[in-house]
């Protein structure tokens, strides 16, 4: 008999952030699994905050029904977009006034890419962009380099420094890869875009409230995130835009809508931006949605990323221990880094018969994802996984698999 | 004693849409006012519709709280762009097909404008826009302009036929004003567009939903418009994008985004657009806002775009009946044309004061709202402004100016 059910039961004792859970709302997802789904997907989707259903019930039926349009003043709709940015501030180290939320992450990608070059010294001509990225941002980046005349040039992370030079104008890269999970090293790559001359952009999907990010810390001159994944905003909720400080009167937005004019109910036709993260702004902020992810931000009342991100390896390591013991030596390979210092909140495990296996796994409702072509990803939220979900987990994957 | 009040009770019971304003959840908006408010300012802010909040309540709490990820398939979340597109087709006389909803209004102008560009002769170095338009428009169009190397040229509507020539890519033009209720002549302004070799973009924003536009009927290219106006969607509630369908395969879109993919689960680093509407859709779409605008949808299951429009310009006409006899000669301006063909379903009175006049209108329970520097305006939405609603307004708006 194993040990590891035990031992699972003596890890979620003694965390510390095993309270955290009853914020959000983890019910029965399937009803023909017997137990409560573990539900492994919050790097895709975040389960539902507690709070969230009634804090939209009230958006709709008063602030919209009732208030109506003084609700843009009254309700502090206006502002929502800056306001909400700031409370994911500290959840990606960066000091207030610097991130604001609306559009998606490909938009943002756009703006932030289109900005960085036109930060950037002229003659730069080439805009480098993480090959292995999750594929939108390849695809904006090239839509962002041949729209102002630059090309493109698609690189690994690892040959990012010996790629540098003076040609570079931007380089967007993620710091957590969708696929393999693989943790990338966020100082150490700014600095060397920083000491060729270059400005570094990150995307943070998959990263952002499941470890410490530290924008501010290392220098990053731009960032983007959505807020669907680890920060729980909902379906497609709106992503978020960081522009550090000191670049932001040099921020010139590729998408210059009027809610980005610094009086924009002057309603002038000639444009002048906002100063600050405004200027990042488009057009009219989707509100529902914006404060749906306002209601969700509550789940980090008095939460620690230092905790957090201990949590998420020991439950990552956890994982991994686990699989070892309950699944046929060389029945999946493990794409995921062994080493912490590379390791997001995910384990990706490699096998021919990947999507057969992930769909047998929901039916038993352990929900993880498929990634074409053969790889199996489970995401790990510190905020709501415990260890026996780990353990029940793997344990119902060596099943599967064996 | 005015005749007035009976004449509004009369229209009101001959009024065959007066039913559909139970459609809609029209409550007491102010403390303050002894009536639930009348509501003019639908063409900003749509009244809330009666079936949304329990709809969105089960997007929360059934399909997001519950099925979580799996409901990207099993509620549909995943083509929600394009069906509830297929919802708002027929409003705005579109074949299913051509319609895809997502992004702000902004954004869809930046998609619509450059595809334009790119779509025009490569000669064609000019980019028309309403010099008279929302401001975000111009702001936008200049953008594309900047990024794809051509000249933009401001020009009113009224000179668009005479500045048309061999240089003129595209012409981007709003439907009807926002700021004073001109319906723009899109029939005729197409065709001349066309006769050019150019190409005509429409802003839709303030038109539908109040009055029949005809995109298919009069051979539009492309067309945005927002939804939380006339079609009552909520605030900031995503906006659409009208490709024609024979322009469909030679849409080339500035923002790329992964879900306009052909295979967009395939994770493929090279690009290959999806064929139809789909190819307009960026990133992951917004779920709550757009599942949100679904349920508004509803409220024009069996209305008449015609008996809509007849509506309009019976509440338009009768406002200005009232605005007559209640108000003394001289005291405002009506800056909305007279005459059916170019007025939209808003009024817009002009006076030096109407920034406190408005103020003094809202705390009576009369909500319409100001636009710089003077202007009042008055937005009718046929679906739930009644007639004695109008006389209770033009009445309120008389003892406020006197």
């Given at each position: 008999m194993s040990e590891l059910p035990l031992l699972a039961r003596k890890l979620d004792a003694s965390d510390e952030l095993a309270p955290l859970r009853d914020r959000f709302v983890l019910g029965t997802a399937s009803d023909d699994a017997a137990d409560a789904a573990v539900y492994l997907d919050g790097n895709s989707l975040g389960a539902l905050p507690a709070n969230v259903p009634d804090r939209v019930a009230d958006v709709i039926?008063?602030?919209?029904?009732?208030?109506r349009i003084r609700s843009w003043e009254e309700s502090g709709w206006w502002t929502a977009p800056e306001r909400i940015g700031d409370r994911i501030a500290p959840l990606v180290g960066a000091a207030p006034g610097q991130v604001v939320v609306g559009d998606s992450t490909s938009v943002n990608v756009f703006k932030a890419l289109v900005a960085a070059i036109r930060m950037?010294?002229?003659?730069?001509d080439e805009l480098l962009v993480d090959a292995t990225t999750f594929p939108t941002d390849g695809y904006i980046a090239e839509s962002a380099a041949r729209l102002t005349g630059r090309t493109l040039r698609p690189v690994t992370p690892a040959e990012v420094p010996a790629v540098l030079g003076d040609r570079t104008a931007a380089v967007l890269l993620n710091h957590v890869d969708y696929r393999t999970g693989r943790l990338h090293d966020l100082p150490g790559l700014t600095a060397a875009v920083h000491a060729a001359g270059a400005l570094a952009v990150w995307d943070l999907c998959h990263s952002a409230g499941a470890l410490p990010v530290g924008l501010d810390e290392h220098g990053v001159d731009l960032a983007v995130g959505c807020t669907y994944k680890y920060l729980n905003g909902g379906p497609g909720s709106p992503a978020y835009l960081y522009v550090r400080r000191e670049l932001q009167d040099r921020f010139d937005s590729p998408l210059p809508g009027w809610n980005s004019h610094a009086e924009p109910f002057g309603m002038s036709p000639a444009y002048t931006p906002a100063p600050g993260a405004v200027r990042g702004r488009v057009g009219t902020p989707d509100i529902l949605s914006l404060l749906a992810l306002d209601a969700a931000l509550d789940v980090w009342d008095g939460v620690s990323l230092t905790a957090v991100r201990a949590k998420s390896l020991a439950l990552t390591d956890f994982f991994l221990r686990c699989v070892a013991e309950y699944t046929e030596p060389g029945r999946v390979e493990c794409v995921?880094?062994?080493r912490h210092a590379e390791r997001g909140s995910q384990i990706a495990l490699r096998c021919a018969d990947a999507g057969e296996v992930m769909k047998r796994l929901i039916a038993r409702g352990v929900v993880g994802d498929f990634r074409h072509p053969d790889v199996l990803r489970f995401g790990f939220t510190p905020l709501y996984v415990g260890f026996r979900d780990v353990e029940r987990a793997a344990r119902v994957l060596g099943e599967e698999l064996a």
């Amino acid at each position: 008999m194993s040990e590891l059910p035990l031992l699972a039961r003596k890890l979620d004792a003694s965390d510390e952030l095993a309270p955290l859970r009853d914020r959000f709302v983890l019910g029965t997802a399937s009803d023909d699994a017997a137990d409560a789904a573990v539900y492994l997907d919050g790097n895709s989707l975040g389960a539902l905050p507690a709070n969230v259903p009634d804090r939209v019930a009230d958006v709709i039926r008063r602030q919209w029904g009732e208030l109506r349009i003084r609700s843009w003043e009254e309700s502090g709709w206006w502002t929502a977009p800056e306001r909400i940015g700031d409370r994911i501030a500290p959840l990606v180290g960066a000091a207030p006034g610097q991130v604001v939320v609306g559009d998606s992450t490909s938009v943002n990608v756009f703006k932030a890419l289109v900005a960085a070059i036109r930060m950037a010294d002229a003659g730069r001509d080439e805009l480098l962009v993480d090959a292995t990225t999750f594929p939108t941002d390849g695809y904006i980046a090239e839509s962002a380099a041949r729209l102002t005349g630059r090309t493109l040039r698609p690189v690994t992370p690892a040959e990012v420094p010996a790629v540098l030079g003076d040609r570079t104008a931007a380089v967007l890269l993620n710091h957590v890869d969708y696929r393999t999970g693989r943790l990338h090293d966020l100082p150490g790559l700014t600095a060397a875009v920083h000491a060729a001359g270059a400005l570094a952009v990150w995307d943070l999907c998959h990263s952002a409230g499941a470890l410490p990010v530290g924008l501010d810390e290392h220098g990053v001159d731009l960032a983007v995130g959505c807020t669907y994944k680890y920060l729980n905003g909902g379906p497609g909720s709106p992503a978020y835009l960081y522009v550090r400080r000191e670049l932001q009167d040099r921020f010139d937005s590729p998408l210059p809508g009027w809610n980005s004019h610094a009086e924009p109910f002057g309603m002038s036709p000639a444009y002048t931006p906002a100063p600050g993260a405004v200027r990042g702004r488009v057009g009219t902020p989707d509100i529902l949605s914006l404060l749906a992810l306002d209601a969700a931000l509550d789940v980090w009342d008095g939460v620690s990323l230092t905790a957090v991100r201990a949590k998420s390896l020991a439950l990552t390591d956890f994982f991994l221990r686990c699989v070892a013991e309950y699944t046929e030596p060389g029945r999946v390979e493990c794409v995921t880094p062994e080493r912490h210092a590379e390791r997001g909140s995910q384990i990706a495990l490699r096998c021919a018969d990947a999507g057969e296996v992930m769909k047998r796994l929901i039916a038993r409702g352990v929900v993880g994802d498929f990634r074409h072509p053969d790889v199996l990803r489970f995401g790990f939220t510190p905020l709501y996984v415990g260890f026996r979900d780990v353990e029940r987990a793997a344990r119902v994957l060596g099943e599967e698999l064996a």
